[in-house]
């Protein structure tokens, strides 16, 4: 079973950074598309960024093009969400997310280059860090 654990959240500024990890345990097979995805109080999930960790292919939403980066360390397990130029509406608790489907990896493979935004087929999660960005 595929579990996830982030770390790095915490308060900035507006045009401050942060970078935000997940560390990933339980992996039974080579690849997997991650993902970050936040929510807002009052608001649905959406996501953020995606990563296919077999070649490193990513997916942004358009909010944060430009300005967030995600990766990957195949040796560490860790995929980590690099965020810039931060501003109040990037406020949210942010959740790190695996297809973890056991079952092959075109599955992963679907969702990374197609589907991204979709929680639903996303199926680990982890906790969620808080992000908090001010004015």
């Known amino acids: 079973q595929v579990q996830l654990v982030e770390s790095g959240g915490g308060s900035v500024q507006a045009g401050g950074s942060l970078r935000l990890s997940c560390a990933a345990s339980g992996y039974t097979y080579s690849s997997d598309c991650m993902g970050w995805f936040r929510q807002a109080p009052g608001k649905e999930r959406e996501g953020v960024a995606a990563i296919y960790t077999g070649i490193g292919s990513t997916y942004y939403a358009d909010s944060v093009k430009g300005r967030f980066t995600i990766s990957r360390d195949n040796a560490k397990n860790t995929v980590y969400l690099q965020m810039d130029s931060l501003k109040p509406e990037d406020t949210a608790m942010y959740y790190c997310?695996?297809?973890?489907?056991?079952?092959?990896?075109?599955?992963?493979?679907?969702?990374?280059?197609?589907?991204?935004?979709?929680?639903?087929?996303?199926?680990?999660w982890g906790q969620g860090t808080q992000v908090t960005v001010s004015s």
């Open positions: 997310a695996a297809v973890a489907y056991s079952g092959g990896l075109g599955k992963a493979w679907y969702v990374c280059h197609n589907n991204a935004e979709d929680v639903a087929a996303f199926g680990a």
